[in-house]
């Protein structure tokens, strides 16, 4: 599923929800889709954020950054 950087969004709002002691926060990606969090879930909930947060990086066309190796002819 490709996601966007409001639906990341709601999911960070979701965290911040929890942090602050809501019981249930809920993300919604669409009508009749929507998935409910309980306080218990918090690790999943963090999961999916890397998981969105990585994909929405590839989806840019973002490439991790490399290594620039330098190096002098010997005598």
Do not use: W
Not at 32 to 40: P, Q
């Amino acid at each position: 599923m490709a996601y966007t950087q409001a639906q990341l969004d709601q999911v960070e709002q979701a965290i911040v929800d929890l942090a602050r002691g809501e019981r249930v926060v809920e993300v919604r990606f669409g009508p009749g889709d929507a998935t409910r969090y309980a306080t218990a879930e918090l690790p999943q909930l963090l999961e999916l954020r890397d998981r969105m947060k990585a994909e929405i990086i590839t989806s840019k066309g973002r490439r991790p950054r490399g290594y620039r190796l330098n190096h002098c002819r010997g005598l």
